[in-house]
C-alpha cells in the first residue's frame, strides 16, 4: 500500500514525521483504521457537521490551540511531545540520577509496553461510551464541548499509537491494531480496565464521568509524566494541557445541573425529589446517587492498595508519584511507609504498609484530595439558594471492585455490611433503573437552538474562546 497522507498538512507534528520512514509506514495501515474506527464508533451521525473547535497544532503555550470550524472526520489529530528537558535525568526508584532514556530499556519493555497500552485503551473506550450522547445534546455549546472531548481523547490515542509505533516495532504495531479492535462493554473483547465498560447512557453521566473520570486521567498522566522514559514523559506532559478543558467540562457540567435544580427548588420552595422531579430538573438524590457510581468505579482506576506492580513501576523509574520532582523525599521510598484501609473483624481499620507497595493508594489519596474540592464548589451552589442538602463523597470503601475492599459491603458511611443489608439499600445509594429512566426521559431529542438550553441545566458563565454563548458552535448542515 502507498502512502496518500500528506503527512506535514494532514498530521501536525513535532516528532519529525516527515522524515521518519517507520513511523510513515506504521502509520500508513493505522491511520486508515483508525478512521474505520471513527466512522464507526465516533459520535453518532456527526459526520457532517461543522463544528467550532480547537486543533492542536504545536506545543506553543500561546499558539497551539487553533479554532475554527471543521468537520470531525476532517480533525487534523497530530502528534506532540512537549519540549525537551536538557539533561533530564531518572528522578526516582532504583535508576535515580542516570540520564532519562530516549529509547526503551531492554529489561523494561514489556512493562512500559503494558502501561502505554492500558493509558492508550482509555481513550477509544471513552469515545465508545459517549457515542450516543449528541443525539440528546442540552444545548450547542454542550454539544460542541462533547466533541471537542471525543476529537481529542482520539488525539491522545494517536499519542500512545505514536509510542508503540515509534519504539515497540512489531509488537507496538499489533498492541496498535488491538487498540482499535476492543470495544468498550464488549462481552468478548472489552475495553481493558472496569469503568471503561460502563455505559455512559445521558449527560449528567457524561458531567460525571468527565469531572471524576477524566481526573484520573490527570492523575495517572502526571505520573507517567514524571517517567524516565522521556517519550512518555513528553508525550503525557502535552496531553495535560488537553485535559484540563475535558475536567473543566465535567465540574461546570456538573455544577449546572445543580444550579438550575437549586435555582427551581428556590423558586418553588419544594424540597421533596418526586416534586422536585415534576418541576423537569434532576432531584439533588438522584445527583448524589450518580456521584457514588461514578467516584466508587474511578476509585478502581488506581488499581490495588497493595500493588506489587505499582511498586515496580515506580522502582524502575516508569512510573512515579503525582508531582514527584516537587515532593521532599528520597524519591526511593525503601524504608517508608503508607497507611491502607483494610477490613478487619468486619470493620474498616488502617494497616501500615511498605510505601512501595502502597503507590497506588497515595495517589488514588492526592486524587481525593482535588475531587472534594470540586464537590465543595458544588455544594456552594446549592447554598448560595439557601437549599439544606450537601453532595458529599461517600467512603472509599463505598462499591468497590479492585483492592481491599472489594468483596466487602460498605455503606457510604463506612459501616461494613452483609451482602443482603447492602443490597436492600442499594438503591437509595446507586442509580436505579426508574433513575435512570426518568433521567433519559428528561433528555429526550436536543436543543438546537444557539443561546438555548434545556430546562435542566443552567446556562455556562461565558462562552467558548471569546465567543457569545449564543455562538452557532455547531451548524448541522
Ligand atoms: N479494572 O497491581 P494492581 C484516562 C488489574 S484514565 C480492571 O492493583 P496496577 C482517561 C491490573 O491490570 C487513566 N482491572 O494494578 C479518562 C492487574 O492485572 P493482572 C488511564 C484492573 O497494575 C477518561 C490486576 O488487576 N491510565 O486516561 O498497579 C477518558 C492487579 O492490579 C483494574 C492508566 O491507568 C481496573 N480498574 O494498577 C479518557 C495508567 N485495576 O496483572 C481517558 C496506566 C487493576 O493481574 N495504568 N486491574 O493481569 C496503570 O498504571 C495501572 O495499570 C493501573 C492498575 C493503575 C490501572
Redesign the pocket.
Known amino acids: 500500500m502507498t502512502s496518500n497522507i500528506d503527512y506535514i498538512d494532514k498530521i501536525p507534528n513535532n516528532v519529525d514525521l516527515g522524515r521518519d520512514r517507520v513511523l510513515q509506514r506504521a502509520l500508513e495501515h493505522w491511520q486508515p483504521a483508525y478512521m474505520g474506527w471513527w466512522y464507526d464508533m465516533g459520535p453518532n451521525e456527526s459526520h457532517n457537521y461543522d463544528v467550532y473547535l480547537r486543533t492542536a497544532i504545536s506545543v506553543d503555550p500561546e499558539g497551539w490551540a487553533q479554532f475554527d470550524y471543521i468537520k470531525m472526520p476532517q480533525y487534523r489529530w497530530g502528534i506532540f511531545l512537549a519540549p525537551p528537558t536538557q539533561g533530564r535525568e531518572v528522578n526516582f526508584g532504583a535508576n535515580k540520577g542516570q540520564p532519562a532514556w530516549h529509547d526503551v530499556p531492554g529489561e523494561y519493555r514489556s512493562m512500559l509496553r ?3 497500552v ?2 492508550g ?3 477509544p ?2 469515545v465508545e461510551q459517549q457515542k450516543m450522547l449528541g443525539m440528546c445534546a442540552p444545548s450547542l455549546y454542550d454539544l460542541r464541548n462533547i466533541y471537542q472531548v471525543n476529537v481529542e ?1 482520539g488525539r ?1 490515542l494517536w499519542a500512545m499509537v505514536y509510542l508503540l509505533h515509534r519504539y515497540f516495532g512489531r509488537d507496538g504495531r499489533e498492541e496498535a491494531e488491538a487498540l482499535l479492535d476492543r470495544r468498550s462493554g464488549d462481552v468478548d473483547n472489552p475495553r ?5 465498560n460502563e455505559p455512559t447512557p445521558d449527560w449528567l453521566a457524561f458531567y460525571m ?2 469531572f471524576f ?5 490527570k ?3 502526571s ?2 509524566a514524571e517517567s524516565g522514559f522521556d517519550p512518555l514523559a513528553r508525550t503525557c506532559r502535552f496531553m495535560l494541557t488537553e ?1 484540563a478543558h ?1 475536567m473543566f467540562v465535567g465540574e461546570t457540567g456538573v455544577g449546572r445541573i445543580v444550579e438550575r435544580t437549586a435555582q427551581v427548588m428556590a423558586e418553588s420552595h419544594l424540597e421533596s425529589p418526586d416534586q422536585v422531579r415534576t418541576l423537569g430538573v434532576i432531584d439533588l438524590q438522584t445527583i448524589q446517587r450518580y456521584l457514588n457510581f461514578h467516584y466508587s ?1 474511578t476509585l ?11 511498586a515496580s ?1 515506580y522502582t524502575t523509574g516508569l ?1 512515579g508519584r503525582y508531582e514527584e520532582t516537587k515532593i521532599d523525599d528520597d524519591h526511593e521510598l525503601i524504608n517508608a511507609t503508607y497507611k491502607v484501609g483494610t477490613i478487619s473483624n468486619g470493620k474498616v481499620v488502617e494497616e501500615e504498609i511498605p510505601a512501595l507497595n502502597a ?2 493508594e497515595r ?1 488514588r489519596d492526592d486524587y481525593i484530595g482535588e475531587v472534594q474540592a470540586g464537590v465543595d464548589r458544588w455544594n456552594k451552589v446549592i447554598e448560595k439558594h439557601g437549599i439544606p442538602f450537601r453532595l458529599r463523597l461517600p467512603h472509599k470503601g463505598f462499591h468497590r ?3 481491599n475492599y472489594a468483596g466487602h459491603h460498605i455503606s457510604p458511611d463506612g459501616e461494613v455490611m452483609t451482602a443482603e443489608q447492602w443490597n436492600g439499600r442499594r438503591d437509595e445509594w446507586m442509580p436505579s433503573a426508574a433513575d435512570y429512566t426518568f433521567v433519559q426521559a428528561m433528555m429526550q431529542g436536543r436543543v438546537v437552538e444557539p443561546g438555548k438550553f434545556a430546562n435542566w441545566i443552567a446556562p455556562p458563565r461565558r462562552g467558548i474562546h471569546t465567543k457569545p454563548i449564543d455562538f452557532e458552535y455547531v451548524r448541522f448542515n
Open positions: 503494558r502501561i502505554i492500558t493509558q485503551d482509555t481513550e473506550a471513552s481523547e491522545h481493558i480496565l472496569g469503568a471503561f464521568f468527565t473520570t477524566d481526573r484520573d486521567g492523575f495517572q498522566l505520573s507517567l485535559e475535558h468505579v478502581d482506576l488506581f488499581g490495588g492498595d497493595v500493588s506489587s506492580n505499582a513501576y512510573k503507590l497506588n495517589l471492585e479492585i483492592g
